[in-house]
Structures are given as structure tokens and as C-alpha cells.
């Protein structure tokens, strides 16, 4: 079964609030996380990476969070944009044989409100 | 230019039929990949290949033949076409197969396969 998911399939958010992502993932030797932005008719986009020897990771406007103690991942989007609206996905790496297996979530569809 | 380009973008055909779908990536990567987007949206991994070399092969039906001519292109021949087979194809490379290198994969714009 999938090792990846998401707690909210859908998210509303105003423009200009704080957005949080949230996902849960079941491998515990996934060692390597990846958040990745969707926009409609288009593929999915890199936006941040973390491994799991860090709790905390922060680029332009996100960071992602990840609790390994509950097997917890967080996008968090500081002053959302109409640009942001897009579908999430985390993805997790279970890696072996030195080749890179990202298991995707299912997604989260962020929608910003002008 | 377009990083990782797909052709073509829209593919409608009828049940039975062969056809493919090729990629090619300009990025100079060693890794590129084949994933299957369903219309819940949900991504799931087909292929992988390092170098001209299949490393990942996930349980998919053996009517999907990946095909790489060089490490730039890798093709997607799919025969007797099923209904279940429509879906949204998506490319990728990545310069790293797996090691200490970041993940992060490229994709291009996506296929999208309709089998009436």
C-alpha cells in the first residue's frame, strides 16, 4: 500500500495568509523528502527538499518541517499568493540500490482566495 | 528551451492500438524516468533509467516497453492499448540516480493518453 498521504485533500486559503500543507508518510527508512507543486496542465515542479537528518528547511516563502517521531511532513507557505494555487504532493525516497524511488502522496489541492 | 519536452501533449486512440510517446531532456542528466498520473492525480513511478540502463521497474503490465537510445531520450511504446491505460504520462530526469545528490526531478509537461 502507499506509504505517503495527506490529511486534507483540499485547502482554501485568503491571499496573503499563511498556507500549512500537511502529510504523513509510514516508512521509517525513508531518509529523504521532497515537496513538489503542480499547476493545472502542467508537470510537477520541484519546491523544497529535506532529509531526514534535519527537522527544519526554509527557502523563498516555504519551509518544511518534518517530525520523524510521528512521521510528519509540513509545507508551510508564508503570504500565499494567487500564484500558489496549484495541487501539493510530498514524496518520500525509499531508496535501495542507489537509485532514487519517490513515492508520491496523493496531493493537496491549495486554492488562494483574492 | 524546454528542459524535459514530451510528444505530443494529447494522444487520443482507440482501444487495441499501439503507440508511443517520446522524451527528451537537454538538462545533461544521467537518470530519467516514466510516471503514471491517474485522474485522481495520483503519481506513481513506471520506470527508471541510469544511463541508457533500467534500475527501476515497477509492476507495470509488459504491454509498456520503455526504450532509451541514448541517456537523453527515453521512449514509451505501449501495445494493445486498454481503456485503463488513460491517464497523464510524465517524464523526468534527475542528475542524480540515488546517491547523496539532491532528488529532485524535472519533469516535462506531461502526455495526455485517452483510449477510447
Known amino acids: 500500500g502507499e506509504s505517503v498521504g495527506l490529511h486534507l485533500p483540499t485547502l482554501s486559503v485568503q491571499e496573503g495568509d499563511n498556507s500549512i500543507i500537511n502529510c504523513a508518510y509510514s516508512?521509517?527508512?525513508?531518509?529523504?523528502f521532497i515537496w513538489y507543486k503542480q499547476e493545472s496542465g502542467k508537470g510537477p515542479q520541484f519546491i523544497i527538499d529535506?532529509?531526514?537528518?534535519?527537522d527544519k528547511r526554509q527557502g523563498q516563502r516555504v519551509t518544511v518541517l518534518l517530525n520523524k517521531t510521528v512521521k510528519h511532513l509540513s509545507l508551510q507557505i508564508a503570504a500565499t499568493q494567487p500564484g500558489d494555487s496549484a495541487v501539493y504532493f510530498c514524496a518520500e525516497n525509499r531508496s535501495g540500490a542507489g537509485s532514487y524511488q519517490l513515492t508520491f502522496g496523493k496531493g493537496t489541492k491549495l486554492s488562494v482566495i483574492p | 528551451d524546454t528542459a524535459v519536452s514530451q510528444t505530443p501533449k494529447y494522444l487520443v486512440t482507440q482501444m487495441g492500438n499501439d503507440k508511443s510517446i517520446k522524451c527528451e531532456q537537454n538538462l545533461g542528466h544521467d537518470t530519467m524516468y516514466w510516471y503514471k498520473q491517474d485522474s485522481k492525480k495520483f503519481l506513481k513511478i513506471m520506470f527508471s533509467y541510469n544511463n541508457k540502463e533500467l534500475i527501476i521497474n515497477e509492476t507495470v503490465p509488459n504491454r509498456f516497453s520503455p526504450k532509451s537510445p541514448d541517456k537523453a531520450h527515453l521512449n514509451l511504446h505501449i501495445n494493445s492499448l486498454e481503456l485503463g491505460d488513460s491517464a497523464v504520462y510524465f517524464c523526468a530526469s534527475s542528475q542524480d540516480s540515488g546517491g547523496t545528490g539532491t532528488g529532485e526531478l524535472f519533469f516535462g509537461e506531461g502526455s495526455r493518453l485517452t483510449v477510447l
Open positions: 516508512n521509517s527508512a525513508s531518509d529523504y
Open positions: 529535506i532529509r531526514s537528518n534535519m
